[in-house]
């Protein structure tokens, strides 16, 4: 039905719009947090100076004039968290690490039994 060109945008949208509820409906699940996040202009905004660096899409290394060198993926990860972050109320500051985002640390408290972190 997406070949469609008349209704591919309208099936499109609906199955984003399907995916986001199915999304915030397991955070609630779940209880994480989740924030709808405008994805423009997110990898070409630089996520230390913040200047946007005009790129085209077969581009995928952010380099800008503030010395800022990192993968396009990663630009716009840094930027949908601070974006996210920013909506939530969080302060402070976040450093992005592949393994931790990734959940292959788990947190652990001194002196704790593992069973207590878990029911708490």
């Given at each position: 039905m997406a070949k469609?060109?008349?209704?591919?945008?309208?099936?499109?949208?609906?199955s984003w719009y399907q995916f986001r509820i199915w999304f915030e409906y397991f955070g609630k699940v779940f209880g994480k947090v989740t924030v709808a996040v405008n994805p423009q202009y997110t990898s070409?905004?630089?996520?230390?100076?913040?200047?946007?660096?005009?790129?085209?899409l077969s581009t995928r290394t952010q380099v800008c004039q503030c010395?800022?060198?990192m993968d396009r993926d990663f630009n716009a990860a840094r930027n949908i968290l601070s974006r996210?972050?920013?909506?939530v109320g969080h302060t402070g500051s976040f450093a992005l690490d592949a393994s931790n985002a990734?959940?292959?640390?788990?947190?652990?408290f001194a002196g704790e039994i593992l069973h207590q972190q878990v029911m708490s």
């Open positions: 469609n060109h008349c209704l591919a945008k309208s099936i499109n949208d609906a070409q905004e630089c996520s230390s100076c913040g200047a946007i660096v005009k790129k085209t010395g800022c060198l996210g972050l920013a909506t990734l959940g292959d640390e788990s947190s652990t």
